[in-house]
């Protein structure tokens, strides 16, 4: 079974400052996608960013950028320059390319970005 | 583009009531998805769809049923509600599949009592 693993229930960091959130997942395929998505207080569901295994390059969007480390399964997300809109539940998800559909979410990391 | 919709935004149930959660897109996405959001464990997949007449089963499939008859429409029924289904309830569409960006809806709060 797919497992995803965040580690940090709940995070807070300075407005302006650098935070990492932590995401690692289990696999035996090579093959496969991984995501970071935001569900801010308005429970609204947002797509962070992606990242395709195959590529070696992390994956970034304007202040949000990836650490991926094939080898190690790890997934972390970088917020550079925090903004009190980042504040919100951050949500990493794995799918398999032949895993038949399925998206896998870890539990989740609290993030308060403080003024 | 109105995007995802789900109707109801919160619905009470009594124990062994049914009830159906409606959920819509406009963007003629091929894959739609149901998941349900509990405390400390993220979300987890129910039913998806990779299109019109096709389902499949995800994770946490038991109590739940659901059909695709149109691209656009992926209603989620409850046939006995109890008290376990208590949750919060997202419908998601992509197109071709998770690989890709999933669309989500605003969420039905459902409370079983």
């Known amino acids: 079974a797919q497992t995803v693993t965040q580690s940090q229930p709940e995070m807070s960091v300075q407005e302006a400052e650098t935070v990492t959130l932590s995401c690692t997942y289990d696999?035996?395929?090579?093959?496969?996608?991984l995501f970071w998505y935001k569900q801010p207080p308005s429970r609204q569901m947002i797509l962070v960013i992606r990242?395709?295994?195959?590529?070696?390059q992390n994956a970034t969007e304007n202040r949000f950028s990836v650490n991926f480390q094939k080898a190690a399964k790890s997934f972390s997300l970088k917020i550079s320059d925090s903004q009190l809109g980042d504040t919100a539940m951050y949500f990493c998800?794995?799918?398999?390319?032949?895993?038949?559909?399925?998206?896998?979410f870890g539990g989740g990391t609290r993030l308060m970005v403080k003024p | 583009n109105a995007g995802v919709t789900q109707t109801p935004k919160f619905q009470v149930l009594k124990t062994g009531q049914s009830m159906t959660l409606q959920c819509a897109q406009d963007?003629?996405?091929?894959?739609m998805s149901w998941y349900r959001q509990d405390p400390g464990m993220g979300l987890r997949l129910i039913h998806y769809?990779?299109?019109?007449?096709?389902?499949d089963q995800g994770e946490v499939p038991n109590g739940y049923n659901v059909s695709r008859s149109t691209t656009e429409d992926f209603p989620l029924r409850l046939l006995s509600a109890a008290p376990s289904q208590t949750s919060v309830y997202f419908c998601?569409?992509?197109?071709?599949?998770?690989?890709?960006?999933?669309?989500f809806g605003p969420g039905t709060r459902l409370t079983v009592l």
């Open positions: 998601a569409s992509s197109r071709q599949g998770p690989y890709n960006e999933q669309f």
């Open positions: 696999t035996s395929e090579s093959n496969y996608y």
């Open positions: 990242q395709e295994a195959y590529k070696q």
């Open positions: 998800a794995f799918v398999e390319s032949n895993a038949g559909n399925m998206l896998t």
């Open positions: 963007m003629n996405h091929e894959y």
């Open positions: 769809s990779v299109g019109a007449g096709i389902t």
